[in-house]
């Protein structure tokens, strides 16, 4: 899970109450697998995500779920503020690739100013 490294993994119960999306599988490798294939889909959710915490003024923001239903697991992952340059960074990748210019463009001036 390279690419999502600036996120944080928890397995506690803060964000229950939260709308997010949720990714269910089986087990833990698929999960892995999952993130290989599609990984580079997460990041305008992402992208969005990081731009609503800076908006909001948020230490940490919770961007997805997955569920493990082999064994009714559930983990949030979190980007903290630390890590939105590097979320971000992630971002400009995955858009350049698509050639999103525009998003580029709103993600370097983020980096730069942190604003929106």
């Known amino acids: 899970m390279k690419e999502l490294s600036f996120l944080d993994k928890l397995n506690e119960n803060t964000y229950n109450k939260v709308d997010l999306p949720v990714y269910i599988v089986e087990t833990q490798d698929d999960w892995s ?68 210019f525009e998003k580029c463009r709103q993600a370097l001036n983020i980096i730069d100013n942190e604003e929106i």
């Open 33 to 100: 697998k999952l993130y290989s294939n599609f990984g580079h889909k997460f990041m305008p959710e992402i992208f969005d995500t990081v731009q609503m915490a800076i908006r909001e003024d948020l230490l940490n923001v919770p961007v997805f779920k997955v569920l493990f239903v082999n064994n009714d697991e559930c983990v949030t992952f979190v980007c903290n503020r630390n890590n939105f340059d590097e979320a971000l960074i992630s971002c400009i990748r995955f858009f350049e690739e698509i050639e999103e």
